[in-house]
């Protein structure tokens, strides 16, 4: 199998046999670590393969890196490496995204879980208790078969993600929402959430990323803690206490309501600004 490759306006052709993948050049096929850039002319890229040779799509290494690799993605994914967060750790500008992507029943299709993000928030807006966010219960959305169905990618229209990344979408907005109503003010419930997702890390109390916690994961959370800010309404209504007939004296009770908006927010990556103002971690 060939696919075509587009880097700074080249194409280039990679051959895919026996489930390993090789650049063509000059009508011969290169692996990964012949790296004699002076002879081969190979491109600066890291191209991201399916665990048998399919490509999935390609993010330019940084100046430090190895210049050429060809790797799968569960290489990619315990080296940290992230596309969608520009400002967060380990990130690699994405190059490329095989157009095959999106077609039913093609090797690329397959390798990741299909999602838009209606799906996504479908899922992020039925109430539950905050226990269910716990690691493997029913609110952990990267194992439940309506979401992450335990794939390492998904697919957003179009855009590829880890899945742990978007997993920790529905449990910021089901957190948010609670603090939200209790502090009545946004920013600080931004911010509770945020902290909240550092003492939960792993999805257990007290959990650990064990690194930097400027990872993809707490940018995400930003992300979503916003989209909930701008797509539910803050409720309060006066109560009467027990016994009370009316409300003089009684309790204000705050929840909150979904008011669809937008999911731009959910699809857009955090600036330095929003950073800056929502960051609850020091590195």
Not at 198 to 220: E, M, P
């Amino acid at each position: 199998m060939e696919t075509i490759v587009e880097i700074g306006g080249v194409p280039y052709t990679f051959v895919t046999e026996d489930g390993a993948t090789a650049l063509r050049l000059d009508d011969k096929t290169t692996a990964s670590n012949d790296t004699d850039l002076g002879t081969l002319n190979l491109p600066e890229v890291w191209l991201v393969t399916r665990s048998n040779g399919v490509p999935l799509f390609a993010v330019k290494p940084d100046i430090c890196d190895k210049p050429f690799r060809i790797l799968s993605a569960e290489k990619l994914y315990a080296e940290k490496i992230q596309w969608f967060e520009p400002l967060a750790g380990f990130y690699r500008e994405r190059l490329w995204v095989n157009p095959e992507s999106n077609v039913e029943g093609s090797e690329v299709y397959g390798a990741y879980r299909q999602h838009t993000w209606q799906s996504i928030i479908d899922f992020a807006i039925v109430d539950r208790p905050s226990l269910v966010y716990y690691r493997n219960l029913p609110g952990d959305w990267k194992k439940q078969p309506e979401g992450g169905a335990k794939y390492l990618l998904c697919l957003v229209e179009g855009d590829p993600y880890w899945t742990d990344g978007l997993g920790q979408i529905p449990f910021a907005v089901d957190t948010f929402r609670k603090y939200w109503e209790e502090t009545h003010e946004v920013d600080s419930a931004i911010r509770k959430t945020g902290q909240t997702g550092l003492d939960w890390a792993d999805g257990t109390l007290g959990g650990s990323d064990d690194g930097s916690k400027n990872v993809y994961d707490n940018f995400i959370i930003i992300r979503a803690c916003l989209w909930t800010s701008e797509n539910f309404e803050l409720v309060l209504e006066k109560r009467a206490m027990s016994g009370q007939r009316f409300g003089i004296g009684g309790a204000t009770v705050a929840s909150t309501v979904f008011k669809p908006a937008s999911n731009v927010r959910l699809k857009t990556s955090i600036d330095a600004g929003l950073l800056a103002k929502y960051k609850t971690w020091e590195a």
